[in-house]
């Protein structure tokens, strides 16, 4: 066991969760940050050229500038925009140790990781929700060719390709593969694209559409995937669509598992929100904080980088009056 007591064990090394590590040093915290991945694990696995809705001046922290290229940044600057703010600060994480449990104690929390094992005054929660993808529930969904993440079009090139979604994930798909080559067809539970979808992206997914080179079901969902084909439930009844790759952009859900097993609540309806007080951001679990993304359960377009920043300056003057 690790003997130091720490007054704070930040639990995600996300934007959110480097956020609070800095807010943690500038208030002579002492603090740990653990990750179970990589630096920035949830942008790591974004895909290969996504670029952000957010201008890269907002998803800023720390005071370190963030240049990018373009107004708006994309995956490859983000990652490079977070090592710096890492170097800068030369925060103490630990990447690729995985929290298994958190135990109450009189007077602190004792963590107990993949690694080793913390005690801790307090605790923040910062792990977005990005690790747990919905599932559609369907025969054949455990098919080799299901994909719940996407990185890169090159392997879907000749192919064709289902893309599940009417959001931003699947919309950039969606083009991306059309546009390196694979024959796209969409399929989303919606009456049309999403109004979400970002603004200079609509009205390309709309015009591919209309013009035929992408085929869309809207108010359709799948039923059933087999080896070579896919089965849809449409207005107009069953359709079978010929398929090789099936590309589930159905979004993502906070690890609830994990979250339930440490003794968080979350409301009774189905966004399933971590209970909170809306000003000090403090779980029903005292001293136990939440930040970031994970604050809004199934609602996972309420909070992002740039609108839950401040979560970490709020968190951690709240830890510090209670040192």
Not at 33 to 60: D, R, W
């Amino acid at each position: 066991m690790n003997t130091e007591m720490l007054d704070v064990l930040i639990v995600g090394g996300g934007p959110i969760g480097l956020a609070c590590g800095i807010e943690a040093q500038k208030r002579k915290l002492s603090y740990l940050i653990i990750e179970k991945g990589c630096l920035v694990n949830s942008i790591y696995h974004y895909p290969t050229n996504m670029t952000f809705f957010s201008t890269s001046q907002k998803i800023e922290i720390g005071g370190v500038p963030f240049v990018s290229h373009q107004d708006k940044p994309n995956r490859r600057e983000a990652l490079e925009y977070y090592r710096r703010v890492y170097d800068t600060y030369e925060l103490d994480i630990h990447t690729y140790e995985r929290v298994l449990n958190i135990e109450e104690e009189a007077d602190h929390y004792t963590i107990e990781s993949s690694k080793g094992t913390y005690r801790s005054k307090s605790i923040v929660i910062a792990t977005g929700f990005f690790d747990h993808p919905n599932l559609m529930n369907v025969p054949g969904e455990d098919l080799p060719k299901v994909k719940h993440y996407f990185d890169d079009p090159h392997p879907y090139i000749g192919h064709k390709v289902l893309v599940v979604g009417g959001a931003n994930s699947a919309i950039d798909v969606a083009l991306e593969c059309w546009r390196k080559g694979a024959e796209v067809t969409l399929v989303h539970r919606g009456e049309g694209v999403g109004r979400r979808v970002k603004y200079w992206v609509k009205p390309d997914i709309e015009n591919r559409i209309k013009e035929g080179s992408i085929k869309a079901y809207f108010e359709s969902t799948v039923k059933e995937i087999r080896q070579d084909k896919v089965l849809l439930n449409t207005p107009e009844g069953e359709k079978i669509v010929e398929n090789d790759f099936v590309l589930a952009m159905t979004g993502f859900k906070p690890d609830y598992s994990f979250l339930g097993k440490i003794g968080l609540e979350f409301s009774s309806d189905d966004l399933k929100m971590p209970v909170r007080d809306e000003e000090t951001f403090e779980s029903n679990l005292p001293n136990v904080f939440l930040a970031g993304t994970v604050c809004g359960g199934m609602q996972t377009n309420k909070w992002f980088i740039e609108n839950s920043i401040e979560h970490a300056s709020t968190v951690m003057e709240e830890i510090r009056k209670r040192i």
